[in-house]
């Protein structure tokens, strides 16, 4: 069995009516009042409110992709932050905002993000309203109060397209192919642009590959997490690339000519993003598991296999199995080919789970899975063994 670390605990809370994932509330009861849902992951990342259930475990499992792919590359604290970024879903016709979302920053560096959503949302949509609500927390730390949102756009785009290429991969390739034919922007114009400005077509492309490029030159000696937190602060672009010292950069000529080069190479790089077997084994094994908030024990539980089938029909426990079918159809190219089969049967769990007509089929399939569970991890001890092995005969 896997079910041995916490994951996503969700928490229902109610407006003037309570209720719990186990009992329906009275129809005239739902009918008097409008039902506020409070969606909350682990400590110190993310929480959601809507009025539309449905829509919170399906935006709070985006909000775990954003959290887990910018984790290194935004160096975001292993425990969290002291509060969590809130993501508020208000309804379309409520939203008197002119951009695709907005943020707040309150006292003590709390962070609210507000999107609007219609009857479908848009997943990229809600997913860049995360990153740039993760970003302006990033920038807020050791900040008490009055913090603007001084997130430069381009960063925001290339952090989105990030998570976006790192959960579906065909996805860098496509990127490869846009870049291949697009006008490059110089690098001080990208990194200097202003939200209030029409972005140009060429924008949202330039700002990854100068991610993956300014990272190829500071990833493993700190000067990208310098020049993030310069950023992140305000500091004028030309100070900011200052972070990466012993450059050949002694002027804007020299810059450009530095940047048209690496864009080239990296565009020229046919590496793929695939999980590492850690990162496969903690997606799968925080995806094999629903943690609720029981308001009968008032205690978070975890759903046992037997109960995930007897609770299927409960509309958050199917948001959550459509919503990580779904993931999982996109990742299962970029597993670690060790999880590859325990993805592809995890996913036929929880489609099954979705689908809610055969319990038969039902435990078959999660049997496979416990199995192919046990095979992945099996496989990942008798290599480190080789491994090992290996490298002692070679230090002789």
Same mark, same amino acid.
């Given at each position: 069995?896997?079910?041995? %670390?916490?994951?996503?605990?969700?928490?229902?809370?109610?407006?003037?009516?309570? !209720?719990?994932?186990?009992?329906?509330?009275?129809?005239?009861?739902?009918?008097?009042?409008?039902?506020?849902?409070?969606?909350?992951? =682990?400590?110190?990342?993310? *929480?959601?409110?809507?009025?539309?259930?449905?829509?919170?475990?399906?935006?709070?499992?985006?909000?775990?992709?954003?959290? /887990?792919?910018?984790?290194?590359?935004?160096?975001?604290?292993?425990?969290?932050?002291?509060? =969590?970024?809130?993501?508020?879903?208000?309804?379309?016709? $409520?939203?008197?905002? @002119?951009? +695709?979302?907005?943020?707040?920053?309150?006292?003590? !560096? $709390?962070?609210?993000?507000?999107? =609007?959503? !219609?009857?479908?949302?848009?997943?990229? &949509?809600?997913?860049?309203?995360? #990153?740039?609500?993760?970003?302006?927390? $990033?920038? @807020?730390?050791?900040?008490?109060?009055?913090?603007?949102?001084?997130?430069?756009?381009?960063?925001?785009?290339?952090? @989105? %397209?990030?998570?976006?290429?790192?959960?579906?991969?065909?996805?860098?390739?496509?990127?490869?192919?846009?870049?291949? &034919?697009? %006008?490059?922007?110089?690098?001080?114009?990208?990194?200097?642009?202003?939200?209030?400005?029409?972005?140009?077509?060429?924008? /949202?492309?330039?700002?990854?590959?100068?991610?993956?490029?300014?990272?190829?030159?500071?990833?493993?000696?700190?000067?990208?997490?310098?020049?993030?937190?310069?950023?992140?602060?305000?500091?004028?672009?030309?100070?900011?690339?200052?972070?990466?010292?012993?450059?050949?950069?002694?002027?804007?000529?020299?810059?450009?000519?530095?940047?048209?080069?690496?864009?080239?190479?990296?565009?020229?790089?046919?590496?793929?993003?695939?999980?590492?077997? *850690?990162?496969?084994?903690?997606?799968?094994?925080?995806?094999?598991?629903?943690?609720?908030?029981?308001?009968?024990?008032?205690?978070?539980?975890?759903?046992? +296999?037997?109960?995930?089938?007897?609770?299927?029909?409960?509309?958050?426990?199917?948001?959550?199995?459509? @919503?990580?079918?779904?993931?999982?159809?996109?990742?299962?190219?970029?597993?670690?080919?060790?999880?590859?089969?325990?993805?592809?049967?995890?996913? %036929?769990?929880?489609?099954? #789970?979705?689908?809610?007509?055969?319990?038969?089929?039902?435990?078959?399939?999660?049997?496979?899975?416990?199995?192919?569970?046990?095979?992945?991890? *099996?496989?990942?001890?008798?290599?480190?063994?080789?491994?090992?092995?290996?490298?002692?005969?070679?230090?002789?």
């Amino acid at each position: 069995m896997v079910w041995h %670390r916490s994951g996503i605990w969700l928490f229902l809370v109610f407006a003037l009516f309570s !209720g719990t994932l186990w009992s329906e509330e009275p129809a005239a009861a739902q009918d008097k009042a409008e039902r506020v849902v409070l969606y909350s992951g =682990p400590a110190g990342r993310f *929480e959601v409110i809507t009025i539309t259930p449905a829509l919170g475990p399906w935006a709070l499992e985006i909000s775990e992709l954003v959290w /887990d792919q910018l984790t290194e590359v935004l160096a975001l604290p292993p425990a969290g932050f002291p509060s =969590p970024v809130t993501l508020r879903l208000i309804p379309a016709a $409520r939203w008197q905002g @002119t951009e +695709p979302s907005s943020v707040q920053v309150e006292m003590a !560096g $709390r962070v609210t993000v507000q999107v =609007p959503v !219609g009857d479908t949302p848009d997943r990229n &949509v809600i997913m860049q309203a995360l #990153v740039r609500g993760l970003l302006v927390k $990033r920038a @807020t730390i050791n900040v008490d109060y009055g913090y603007a949102d001084n997130v430069p756009l381009w960063l925001e785009l290339a952090a @989105t %397209r990030w998570v976006q290429t790192h959960v579906q991969p065909a996805l860098h390739d496509q990127w490869r192919q846009e870049a291949a &034919v697009v %006008r490059l922007p110089p690098m001080m114009a990208i990194l200097s642009w202003q939200r209030d400005r029409p972005s140009p077509s060429n924008l /949202d492309v330039a700002s990854y590959g100068a991610m993956l490029w300014l990272r190829t030159l500071g990833a493993d000696n700190g000067l990208w997490l310098e020049f993030l937190r310069r950023q992140l602060a305000g500091v004028p672009t030309a100070n900011s690339l200052g972070a990466f010292v012993g450059q050949p950069w002694p002027g804007v000529d020299d810059l450009e000519l530095a940047w048209q080069v690496g864009f080239y190479e990296i565009c020229r790089q046919r590496v793929l993003p695939f999980l590492s077997i *850690e990162e496969s084994r903690g997606l799968l094994r925080d995806w094999s598991r629903v943690i609720v908030h029981d308001n009968r024990i008032d205690a978070e539980a975890v759903l046992s +296999p037997t109960e995930l089938w007897e609770h299927r029909k409960e509309p958050a426990v199917r948001a959550i199995a459509a @919503t990580r079918t779904g993931e999982l159809e996109l990742r299962l190219g970029s597993m670690h080919p060790f999880f590859r089969n325990a993805a592809n049967s995890l996913g %036929r769990v929880l489609f099954l #789970v979705k689908k809610g007509d055969s319990k038969r089929d039902w435990l078959r399939a999660w049997e496979q899975f416990e199995v192919d569970w046990n095979d992945a991890n *099996e496989l990942t001890r008798v290599s480190a063994t080789i491994l090992d092995q290996a490298q002692a005969a070679s230090a002789r």
